[in-house]
């Protein structure tokens, strides 16, 4: 068993550093295995493999994996471990240069915590003490249990790894967590010089992060690092400035000068990590638009977990993070326990916090704000405040289709994040009624294709609401959602435009580029009953299930109580076989005049469903072959000018069909195509158009609901610097 870097470089550690169970380290001891080089040469005297052989050997090679001749990366190895640190031993590249006499930065609560403070009483004050504490293992310490040990740790990896990559470094540290008994450079009579490039100089005060001495500054001029920078030697004797303030200015400074890169840009990264302020997102720089907007809801929880402020936690927590149906009400935040805030209250709280996120976006005013963001985040923002300068308002659907344009993302992306992406462009919450049903709009509807733009709304089982739709001249499925997106009609418009954007959710997932809607998905989800039966393919089959399928259909769409029994028994036969109105009135135990209205009624639903292809009434579907037939014949009827003979003759011709055949069908075509119960050959006028439909106007709307064609006010969102 060999394992030369490991030997070479590792060899003294003691065993610990492997950070196996402790069941496992005492058997080794207690075998005399104390330090790596011993462990390997007791694992070569074995015969047979041990059970915490074997686990020595697994971790040995782990080791040895990450172990060059320079550098031994125990960040892999200790990842391959799930950071499973059973004893109290670290050490790597990164810590080798701190020792006692190259302390670096003071230990403490600021920046270990509790644990860091429980350190500092047991003697280890320094970052040097503690790397050399750990590479020889700490002993216990009074007060910390398992999980402060392991929050310990948890923090040092983190360190280490910024310090790889460059987030920190020593001189960070030291100017962030100084030692005691230093003396801040800003108490010394002399003015500092700040090593600060043109793009840092030019940056807002703000990203200093001094809360109100922001504005204080401001109002004394000084609104640039810049300014602030050459002003420094006379920041005391500003009224509202003191020794705390000027201490926390110099030391912000400093570190943004030393995150300066090559171009004069500054590594937020490493400055907030210095100023230890939280740098959002945490997953780093969004690469598109896209991955911008899918990140949102991450953003936004981040930030709540950042906070302090518990009252600010619950309102992102419970209101700017969820969707308007699942939101909490101000007054549920107020008198959450251990809140008892007024609504009031807890709605100049939020409008607050919402005003400081816009100024640290748009123009990285951080005066009050507790986090930083990546400039490309902030970035998106400022172009949406550039793409809508110049508007007070703007409607959803406008403001949907300049996101999608600023931001080159897919517009059906934003519907998910759009009651949150209001809120910050808006300043204010928006309810689920301000916002219009077009933010419930499914993504595949944001962008139909022309195939399915044009399906007629005639076609869809939305009932009677397809009347009142095709009053205000929505008649297809483009325009009804172009109506929906501009808030031109809502879900508050009444009943029918409440039923027909619900039945929208029976489209989701069955609407094609290519095919427009498929067919068979959507039955399926409305259960919908698909007449004829079989498909017909000639005209034959056609007349064979003319009456089976019409009987049928009034069961279904039953247009009046007795429609299927007075189109069975009278309306599909003959004037010589037919019942009359008053006998079949004395087999219904009614009036000869209600038999007839009812006959009437019965035959302009039939010419509408199938001359009109209003199958949105008709409560079922009814075969495209089915309705090319009844064109055919509707086409043939005009074509004889109502003559029925000649109808007759230029159908039968037309379908190649038998005359006799005809005629058994000819009742039925006739009543349908003109509205009254064939009688005699003869002229006949055919029934123009659908039923005559009264338009249901827009109700008026409740003071408490606003106005339907919903507008977004953008005040406030502009850029100020």
Known sequence: MSFPYLLTRLGELKIEHLQLDELTTDALRRRGAMSITLLVAELGKERYPTKEGLAAIAALEGLATVCGPRDVDWLTYWAGNDHQFHHRFLTCPELEEFTPENPVCGIGKSNFGNAGAMLQRAGYAT????????????????????????????????????????????EILSARFPLAGQVPISEVEFQPTFDIGERARALHLGVLHLGSKTSTLEAHGIRTIGQAADAFQSLLSLSGIG????????????????????????????????????????????????????????????????????????????????????????????????????????????????????????????????????PSF??????????????????????????????????????????????????????????????RLGKEFLNLPVTTATLPLRRLQIGKAVRTLEGHGIATLGQFVDA?????????????????????????????????????????????????????????????????????????????????????????HPVEVRITTEGLARELNTHGPTVKRAETELLQFLNEVLIGGNLAIAGVHVREDFLSMWKEAADCFGEADGDVARFKANLASRWLVDREEL??????????????????????????????????????????????????????????H
């Open 663 to 720: 005629d058994r069908a000819l009742p039925t075509l006739v009543a349908v195509l003109t509205g009254y119960p064939y009688k005699r050959l003869g002229r006949y006028t055919k029934l123009q158009g659908p039923i005559a439909q009264v338009v249901v106007p827009l109700p008026s709307v409740p003071s408490d609901v606003g106005d339907v064609t919903v507008r977004i006010m953008l005040r406030g969102f502009r850029r100020q």
């Open 127 to 170: 970052l040097g003490c503690l790397a050399k504490g750990l590479r020889e293992g700490l002993p216990e310490v009074p007060g910390m249990g398992a999980k402060k040990w392991s929050e310990l740790f948890e923090t040092i990896v983190k360190l280490i790894r910024d310090l790889r990559e460059g987030r920190v470094s020593a």
């Open 378 to 439: 902030a970035s998106f923002w400022r172009a949406a405040a550039d793409r809508f300068s110049g508007a007070d308002e703007i409607s959803n659907s406008a403001l949907l289709d300049g996101l999608a344009e600023v931001w080159q993302v897919d517009a059906a992306l934003l519907t998910d994040h759009l009651p949150f992406i209001i809120t910050i462009m808006t300043g204010d919450v928006p309810s689920g009624r301000s916002l219009g049903d077009g933010v």
């Open 243 to 374: 020794r705390a303030t000027v201490n926390m200015m110099e030391t912000r400074i400093h570190l943004l000068a030393g995150a300066q890169v090559e171009n004069g840009d500054v590594d937020w990264g490493r400055y907030c990590y210095g100023a230890g302020i939280p740098l959002l997102p945490e997953a780093g720089d969004p690469a598109d638009g896209n991955s911008f907007v899918a990140g949102l809801s991450d953003v936004i929880a981040e930030i709540g977990q950042k906070l302090d402020d518990d009252v600010l936690k619950l309102i992102i927590d419970r209101r700017l993070s969820r969707l308007p149906h699942l939101r909490a009400t101000l007054e549920e935040v107020g008198t959450t326990d251990g809140v008892n805030l007024t609504r009031e209250r807890v709605r100049q709280i939020e409008s607050r916090f919402l005003k400081w996120m816009v100024a640290a976006l748009l123009d990285d005013d951080y005066s009050n704000f507790d986090v930083h963001f990546r």
């Open 484 to 572: 929906i997106r501009t808030g031109s009609i809502s879900r508050a418009s009444g009943s029918h435009f409440r039923a027909a954007i619900d039945h929208l959710t029976c489209l989701e997932g069955g609407l094609d580029d290519v095919t427009g809607l498929d067919w068979d998905n959507y039955l399926a989800k409305t259960g919908t009953t698909v007449l004829p039966d079989e498909r017909n393919g000639t005209p034959q089959t056609f007349l064979q299930m003319l009456n089976p399928a019409l009987t049928q259909l009034l069961e279904i769409g039953n247009p009046v109580g007795r429609s299927p029994i007075i189109f069975a028994r009278r309306t599909s």
